[in-house]
């Protein structure tokens, strides 16, 4: 089961990472626009927001990617601890995100089913 979790793990921590790539490098490009369904005026005034928020996936990857290095190297208290704190917000997040806007419900299961996943793959290995 902690390969399994790993794995689920490793996948949210790229989604988040490409999360942060479109939010805080590309908000304004066509592509980025386009995936967000965005105009240019619109993207322009939410750069500054988009930025900031690409950041804060930025670092619940960075701390569920720990948690993962920490899992891998068999130090599994710490590395479960860091995985659920990064992890666990990003399927917060998705809830959130599924809760407030419906219409979103694609992005939000994308977010959260990974780390759901590996969350409980991991939990469940620890039992």
Known sequence: MTAIGSVFIG???LVHAY???LESLRWTAPRTRATFGMSAVAAESTKEMAFNQGFYN???AVVAAVGLGFTVVGDEGIGLA???AGAGSMVAAGVVLLVSSPSKARPALIQLVPPLLGCLALVIARL
């Open 11 to 13: 996948v949210a921590v």
């Open 19 to 21: 999360i942060f790539v």
């Open 58 to 60: 930025l670092f619940l």
């Open 82 to 84: 860091l995985v659920l």
